[in-house]
């Protein structure tokens, strides 16, 4: 977790109180764990990272400390392959029912190695309302040695009544200068290059990742960031909203691609397709046919959220870009004391800062934001992202 030393704290002192409930104490020495929390924050706080690690901590084996990242328990625990944590992150667009009746089936089963039987939610913002009263009801009736962790950006994301009976933890944005602290020991890459990019990324230390060691990621960036430029009149403002759909429908598929054939080739192995003598082993077992829709079926939502996910990613790097606008239009210092998100397109920015006015900018920046509130509400992406950026040709 990088930048936030309270959180840690929060989170060593209730690992240190799960250990003592475990040991039978009672009163003040357990008050700081409890058997339901909500993790929030904005994207790339680290959520699901510290989520990991707090069942990591939960399941520690070391007598010292608990979370030594050392034994064998925190290791299968970050692994994901700990017999005691359940780790649920969805690809798809919502977590259903049936999926979380699973979980608190799992959850309501002693733990094997004696300590928790830990469940993390990391997309509980994607539940259904359904999926979230099914919840509900196992957090209100926990069995004694479980813990559920939820992972949403903010309290706003849950029903109040799972928010009223979890306890929060607040996770925030990590400074630039963190950030690149941390990815220059890490990955070796160019301190200052690293805080450029983690300012680029907006804190979002995934997205700082990628645009430092993924060319796909830095190249779609730069699709983006492009737009703006391109607005100049109506055929080139259609064609470059085109270009942007297109750029996030590729990023999407290469993501894809590989994983939907490796998926598809397992399947068939398991249904038993050219295995065994005669005419049914090319077909495999029973019902194969369908199994194989449901998993195709399963794909394409998964493309879906992905193509969404890309686009986003590209729709909020432009309404940076406006932001950098109109920073540059109220700017009183000569650009001393500016903080541009994005340094490298200080030029373009402040072009168009000279060719228009704050008014105008405002009204940029809201039209991104309703491109993304239209595409999350299933609006074709194409029809939004034209629509915004027609709304961005005449400010």
């Excluded at 977790?1 to 475990?22: F, K, N, W, Y």
């Excluded at 929030?40 to 690690?53: D, E, F, H, V």
């Excluded at 890490?186 to 450029?196: K, L, Q």
């Excluded at 009149?233 to 999407?252: M, T």
Aim: with cysteine; proline share 4%.
């Amino acid at each position: 977790m990088i930048g936030q030393p309270d959180a840690v704290e929060r989170l060593h002192a209730a690992a240190r109180s799960a250990r003592a409930v475990l040991a039978g104490a009672s009163g003040a020495a357990v008050a700081a764990m409890t058997h339901a929390w909500l993790f929030t924050g904005p994207p790339g706080s680290g959520r699901s990272t510290a989520a990991r690690a707090f069942a990591a901590a939960l399941q520690c084996a070391d007598p010292g400390v608990p979370g030594c990242g050392d034994c064998q328990d925190c290791h299968t625990a970050l692994a994901g392959t700990h017999p005691d944590v359940t780790v649920v992150s969805t690809d798809q667009l919502t977590i259903g029912v049936d999926q979380t009746r699973g979980l608190v089936l799992g959850a309501a089963m002693s733990p094997s190695r004696r300590r928790w039987q830990v469940i993390v939610v990391e997309d509980a913002d994607r539940m259904t309302e359904g999926a979230a009263n099914v919840l509900l009801k196992a957090i209100e009736e926990p069995a004694p040695r479980t813990v559920w962790i939820l992972c949403a950006p903010s309290t706003a994301d849950m029903i109040p009544t799972i928010l009223s009976r979890c306890r929060h933890l607040a996770l925030r944005t990590p400074s630039p200068d963190a950030i690149a602290d941390a990815l220059s020991g890490t990955e070796g890459v160019d301190r200052e290059h690293a805080r450029a990019f983690a300012k680029a990324a907006q804190g979002h230390i995934g997205r700082t990742r990628a645009l430092l060691l993924d060319a796909a990621a830095a190249a779609g960036r730069a699709e983006a960031l492009r737009l703006p430029t391109e607005v100049g009149d109506v055929g080139r403002a259609l064609r470059a909203a085109q270009s942007l759909v297109d750029a996030a429908a590729a990023e999407a598929k290469a993501m894809s691609d590989a994983l939907d054939a490796k998926e598809t080739e397992e399947l068939k192995v398991a249904l038993g397709y050219g295995q065994g003598k005669g005419s049914g082993s090319a077909r495999g077992v029973a019902g194969s046919a369908g199994i194989l829709k449901e998993l195709e079926t399963k794909q394409k939502r998964r493309a879906t959220r992905t193509q969404r996910d890309a686009l986003d990613r590209a729709l909020i790097d432009i309404a940076a870009f406006y932001r950098d606008v109109l920073a540059q239009q109220f700017d009183r210092s000569g650009g001393q004391e500016l903080r541009l998100v994005h340094e490298d397109h200080a030029r373009q920015t402040r072009a168009i800062a000279e060719n228009s006015d704050p008014a105008a900018t405002l009204r940029r920046i809201e039209a991104v934001l309703e491109a993304r509130k239209a595409i999350a509400a299933n609006v074709a992406p194409l029809l939004a992202v034209e629509a915004m950026a027609l709304t961005l040709r005449t400010g």
